[in-house]
């Protein structure tokens, strides 16, 4: 199907694990971005990358690491994963153009780091 | 720290009523949209309004901007159960159109049948 996949759906870690959430789109978007979302601080820019191999840095980038080797693809790795980090993660893409800043987003993935 | 604050946190009515919510933002923008995030799912962009434009129109939904107060506000009329969700303003200000958007914490919107 077309749009913005996440995977996994849920996910279980511990302290000091390495994880990664991988993100898809199908519609050839150049930028995408993944947020935190938490309550009490709504969603939060983790990072974002403007085409493959361009990334930067969002909010509240530490701890997280990205890459994009191709323009569907943004994956979100969790180094050395900590308690703080448990949240629901959303990836977005965003329509292209220089006129609307629009988002399409994930269905989420809710990690908790035991 | 968080571009747009929302207010109320929560708002509870009854169906067929009009729900309004409020956003305020900080610095100047070059536009403002609100998405809807179902319990459990992704947010789902519903209307965006540019700076130079006072109010739009989608449907039910009747989006205002005033620049000079920084604030927007958002009416749902006559609001079903199905408009329960929570809402959620967006700025983008980019320079150079990144295209980041800065999201408030959000209205949770109850549609009591």
């Known amino acids: 199907d077309a749009g913005i996949t996440q995977s996994p759906r849920y996910k279980i870690t511990e302290t000091g694990r390495q994880v990664t959430l991988m993100c898809h789109q199908t519609?050839?978007?150049?930028?995408m971005f993944w947020y935190r979302q938490d309550l009490g601080h709504g969603l939060r820019l983790i990072y974002y990358?403007?085409?493959?191999?361009?990334?930067d840095k969002g909010e509240v980038p530490d701890g997280y690491v990205v890459s994009r080797s191709k323009t569907e693809n943004f994956p979100l790795t969790l180094e050395s994963a900590t308690r703080s980090q448990t949240s629901v993660y959303f990836c977005?893409?965003?329509?292209?153009?220089?006129?609307?800043?629009?988002?399409?987003f994930g269905p989420g993935t809710r990690l908790t780091v035991l | 720290s968080q571009q747009g604050e929302e207010d109320p946190q929560a708002l509870s009515i009854q169906e067929g009523e009009n729900a309004t919510m409020n956003c305020s933002y900080k610095?100047?923008?070059?536009?403002l949209q609100w998405y809807r995030q179902n319990s459990g799912r992704g947010l789902v962009h519903l209307i965006l309004i540019r700076s130079n434009e006072r109010e739009k129109h989608s449907g039910r939904l009747r989006v205002t901007l005033d620049t000079s107060k920084k604030s927007s506000s958002l009416l749902i009329t006559a609001s079903r159960a199905a408009d329960t969700a929570s809402y959620f303003c967006a700025t983008s200000k980019g320079s150079g159109n990144t295209g980041k958007l800065i999201f408030g914490q959000g209205t949770t919107l109850q549609v009591k049948p």
């Open positions: 990358s403007a085409a493959a191999d361009i990334t």
């Open positions: 610095t100047s923008i070059n536009n």
């Open positions: 519609w050839s978007h150049s930028y």
């Open positions: 977005a893409s965003r329509v292209p153009g220089l006129t609307t800043d629009t988002q399409y």
